[in-house]
């Protein structure tokens, strides 16, 4: 089953780096969010797939019956998905933003901040 | 109902039962505070004229705390707190050693100088759009980056200081801002999310995440385990997030555009924490791989520098000029991490101990030279020196330090790394530390011909006497970049402490598993 998911991971991560070498911001946007779904998937495989049991002790007992999903990853994929959605929203909000101020999306365009043929530093008084 | 559910068990086992010490407290108190009061001060949002004070009173009081942490640490070595009380590795561990106390102090010094530089520099649109609760979160992120002891709270605290980075970086919404920070912004979520896919590797071969117990289950798995993929990985991500060549092309292309102490917050604290990171990983948890991966390093480490060092020169902005130097400086770093060994490591730490004090008073020097020459182009500032000899001086330290000029902090950082590299035979790594001082040299002092020394208009920009809020940061890095180039044992010894306690781990270790623990 890993590897399956290993294979799927990597056709994820192939299509955000594809999205991700686009001039176009809104492209490179949509890159940001498959790519933040291909690390949640890679961490959860990375946790390995085992039965769909809930990690609950139950009452009396002091370890686990028997095999048992594992916990770790998902807590770990909840914090990513937190941070890289927030990150997603204030992105877009940015791009929106240089396309209204920039009037372009294409990075090659956006020399705002590092002008085109600047001229040279002086040589001499 | 609750006893029914009591285990029998030893709760010993898996919980620390006694009470966390007063020193234990302190290990993550720099967090706690800075949060603590970034969030007052989104309550005081409305009371524009409260809020310096209040964010320099909690940076006065991080520098404290940051102090008594180190003076604690240098006394008793190692210490660590663990939240939830779960035992190592189950809980979240936070962990300092002198490394991490070291530039954890120098980063609060800093953000200091910038608070209080800030009150001249922020008005009250910055005030409204929340300059001081960004600052003191981006504070508790970057505290927490050089404190914590696990991995992927390690890439938590990177989150932290980024978004509120970004904030921080389009402060009052100019074209030029929102440009710098599209690339800054995609490039650097880039490289947090490729330490988040190690990291997920990381998990998937070793099982843990506690850095204690990485560096000593490292050993076991050494044949078994990709280390050497989870070992590359790492040194893209963090030389991503210090701008190492050749993934240093959002430093120059975003540090000029926003408000001078943001940048100069910038110089000081991000790039380091990428560079704290790739120390933390590569000399104390992975020695091996670094030894293999230490020409790769070396060789980034010298073109970084020979790159920052001649963008450098082909510039004409003062701003641009020295986000070209951050990056050379950072090549110096890196070089010395990969010669290792104490001169080597204790080179790199020193090297950015000193950075970030010179590169933040660079920027502040550039804040006050674009105020008062009112241009930011050094082919039209002019006449600076004579407008304020004092000013003029005190760059010129700073321009003295950057370049690795005695008597200033630069100096014996790069005696360090020059005399590491030449015992190790890396001849041609000493001469780009050489070339790079000198090139450097030829820059800052390019700077201060045109646009101090040159004869220049009187009346252009402000012409108001500066104030001390305005000189006094400035003065102050500048005083401790002199004092520590005059009488640098004490911080050398503190450094070569960190040095050896990174390369020999073990009272990091017992500090986080003392009886041994279990595997």
């Known amino acids: 089953m890993e590897a399956w998911f290993s294979l799927l991971v990597g056709i994820f991560f192939a299509v955000a780096v594809y999205l991700l070498l686009s001039k176009f911001i809104i492209r490179v946007l949509l890159g940001v969010a498959v790519l933040g779904n291909a690390v949640n998937l890679l961490i959860f495989t990375g946790g390995r797939l085992t039965r769909e049991v809930p990690p609950v002790i139950t009452g009396g007992a002091d370890v686990l019956a028997g095999p048992a999903a594992n916990p770790l990853p998902q807590a770990l994929i909840l914090t990513a998905i937190v941070i890289s959605f927030s990150f997603f929203a204030f992105l877009l909000v940015l791009a929106w933003r240089a396309y209204d101020d920039l009037a372009t999306d294409n990075t090659d365009e956006m020399r705002v901040a590092e002008p085109v043929n600047e001229p040279a530093p002086p040589l001499g008084y | ?519």
């Open chain 2, 1 to 519: 109902m609750a006893a029914s559910f009591s285990p029998p068990a030893d709760l010993s086992a898996a919980l620390v039962l006694a009470s966390p010490t007063m020193a234990e407290w302190l290990v993550i108190l720099p967090v706690a505070w800075c949060l603590g009061v970034g969030a007052l001060l989104v309550m005081l949002r409305r009371s524009l004229g409260l809020q310096p004070g209040i964010a320099i009173a909690g940076l006065a009081g991080l520098v404290l705390i940051d102090g008594l942490l180190l003076t604690h640490v240098a006394a008793n070595g190692p210490a660590t707190m663990v939240m939830g009380r779960w035992l190592p590795p189950f809980g979240i561990a936070f962990t300092v050693d002198m490394t991490g106390a070291l530039f954890a102090l120098v980063a609060a010094t800093v953000a200091l100088a910038a608070g209080i530089f800030s009150l001249v520099d922020i008005n009250d649109s910055g005030r409204r759009y929340g300059f001081y609760p960004l600052l003191m979160v981006l504070m508790a992120g970057v505290s927490g980056a050089f404190l914590t002891g696990d991995i992927f709270n390690l890439y938590v605290w990177f989150e932290v200081l980024l978004i509120s980075s970004f904030g921080l970086l389009v402060l009052g919404s100019e074209r030029e801002q929102i440009d710098g920070t599209v690339k800054y912004g995609f490039l650097n979520l880039v490289a947090t999310t490729l330490f988040l896919v190690t990291t997920g590797y990381l998990y998937a071969v070793f099982g843990t995440l506690n850095m204690a117990d990485i560096a000593r289950k490292a050993e076991n798995l050494r044949d078994s385990a990709p280390l050497m993929t989870l070992v590359g990985l790492y040194v893209l991500a963090f030389a991503m997030k210090a701008a190492a060549f050749p993934v240093n092309f959002w430093l120059p292309a975003s540090y000029h555009t926003p408000r001078v102490v943001v940048s100069a917050l910038f110089a000081g604290l991000l790039t380091k924490v990428g560079i704290y990171a790739l120390i933390r990983v590569t000399v104390m948890l992975f020695p091996v791989e670094r030894e293999e991966l230490s020409f790769v390093l070396a060789l980034a480490g010298a073109v970084t520098m020979l790159v920052g060092v001649f963008g450098a020169l082909a510039q004409t902005d003062f701003r641009r000029i020295l986000g070209y130097l951050i990056v050379s400086g950072i090549g110096s770093i890196i070089a010395g991490i990969a010669i290792g060994g104490p001169g080597g490591t204790g080179g790199a730490i020193f090297y950015a101990l000193h950075s970030m004090l010179v590169m933040t008073g660079l920027y502040f020097a550039s804040g006050i030279a674009i105020r008062l020459g009112a241009s930011t182009s050094i082919a039209t500032l002019a006449g600076l020196y004579r407008r304020h000899a004092g000013f003029a001086a005190l760059t010129l330290m700073l321009c003295f330090a950057v370049s690795g000029l005695p008597p200033f902090s630069g100096f014996w950082p790069k005696v360090m790394l020059v005399k590491a590299a030449l015992d190790i035979g890396a001849w041609w790594l000493a001469a780009a530390l050489l070339l790079t001082g000198f090139l450097t040299m030829i820059v800052t002092g390019r700077l201060f011909l045109l646009a101090y020394w040159r004869e220049g208009a009187d009346t252009a920009g402000e012409t108001a006497p500066l104030s001390a809020a305005t000189l006094g940061p400035l003065a102050a890095l500048a005083l401790a970049a002199l004092l520590i180039g005059l009488y640098p044992e004490p911080l050398l010894a503190a450094i070569q402490s960190a040095a050896a306690g990174l390369a020999e781990p073990s009272a990091y270790l017992n500090s986080v598993f003392p009886a041994g623990g279990s595997q």
